[in-house]
């Protein structure tokens, strides 16, 4: 008996029509399976999952069925080849940008030397090197590349002194609890290449104060040239340690400390 009659539109629209007519007077009952929850057949996994009853799915995911279906499993150098250029197909590697170097010169008179820089750092770079930097702002008494505090003015300490660190802020707070008489950088001394500025001034003891985080070779040059230069001028460096020391013991006695 031939099948042909099966893809007759005219059959095709009578057993639609039999079947909508069935549904509505109920004659067919739609049941839905409630899940099966399984556990995880890999030792490393013991996840519980939902499933359907008929299915034979042993794993939670792929990832695990093929922890333990492929242990120990080696491929040839063919597959693996094949495999990495299936991988590739799919995940094609992101297009490689080129930037476009720029060329600035530097602004050092001495130097004038041409380096090329990216676009983004055309309008901030101005020296080809930290030397012709320092040799352009070195005689600065702060120098900017130095200075990597939180710079402003502290009401509660003096509303007419910008301190250029939090440190610096808190060994004033330190001093004027102490009663001790302070000034904020007062005098600034000639050092022939560099201009030396020290943080503070006691001038009861006749003392300078000068707050270091740490010593680049930078201020280890004007600490030498300044203790050469000026040998019976005291001054103090507190550094690290030494500021470490003094936050542990002033710093639940000062309310704003930073």
């Known amino acids: 008996m031939s099948g042909n009659f099966y893809s007759d539109s005219k059959y095709k629209h009578l057993q639609s ?22 556990v995880c057949c890999s ?71 041409v380096f090329f820089v990216p676009p983004y750092m055309a309008t901030k770079r101005k020296y080809c090197s930290n030397y012709c930097h320092m040799q352009i702002i070195g005689r600065n008494t702060t120098s900017p590349k130095a200075s990597r505090g939180k710079s402003g003015i ?18 004033a707070r330190v001093l004027t609890l102490m009663n001790i008489n302070w000034q904020y950088s007062p005098k600034i001394f000639d050092l022939g290449k560099h201009t030396y500025r020290p943080d503070f001034y006691l001038p009861d003891s006749n003392l300078f104060l000068e707050v270091k985080n740490y010593m680049n070779d930078y201020s280890r040059e004007r600490d030498r040239l300044f203790r050469q230069k000026y040998p019976n001028i005291k001054l103090e460096i507190i550094s690290k340690e030494k500021y470490k020391q003094l936050e542990s013991v002033f710093k639940p006695l ?5």
């Not at 359907?52 to 693996?80: D, F, I, M, W």
């Not at 502290?154 to 802020?169: G, L, M, N």
Request: glycine content about 2%.
């Open 254 to 258: 000062i309310y704003k400390w930073e």
């Open 43 to 113: 030792r490393d996994c013991d996840k519980t999952f939902a499933i359907k009853p008929y299915l034979k799915q042993k794993y939670c995911s792929r990832r695990c069925a093929a922890h333990v279906n492929n242990l120990g499993r080696k491929h040839s150098l063919e597959t693996r080849q094949k495999i990495s250029s299936t991988i590739k197909r799919f995940c094609p590697p992101p297009p490689r940008r080129i930037v476009t170097l720029l060329p600035v010169q530097c602004l050092n008179a001495n130097c004038k030397k």
């Open 17 to 38: 029509t039999i079947a909508k007519t069935n549904w509505r007077l109920g004659k067919y009952s739609f049941r839905i399976k409630p899940l099966q929850n399984r």
């Open 154 to 171: 502290r009401p509660d300490i003096d509303d007419s002194i910008c301190f250029y660190s939090t440190w610096e802020a808190n060994i």
